[in-house]
């Protein structure tokens, strides 16, 4: 499991890169929430560096569609 500083650091990170290319999505979005949630899940012990983490929550933003949010 990735500890709690590493996903808050990386969600913080992929959050902001998404709104800075998506201007049109607002700070208490849905999808922040579901972002937090499949980081705090990954359980990939390999993956404890915040960029790498923040890669893999932006990759997981995108895929998401507005209509699940």
């Known amino acids: ?6 996903v ?4 913080e990170t992929a959050w ?7 201007p049109g999505i607002d700070a208490s979005d ?3 929430c579901l972002l937090e949630r ?9 993956v404890s560096d915040t ?3 923040a890669a893999l929550g932006l990759a997981y933003l ?3 569609s507005s209509d699940e949010c």
């Open 1 to 6: 499991m990735v500890d709690e500083v590493t």
């Open 8 to 11: 808050r650091t990386a969600a």
């Open 16 to 22: 902001s890169i998404f709104r800075a290319t998506h």
């Open 30 to 32: 849905s999808r922040r």
């Open 38 to 46: 499949h980081l705090q899940g990954t359980g990939r012990e390999q």
């Open 51 to 53: 960029e790498d983490l």
């Open 62 to 64: 995108h895929r998401l």
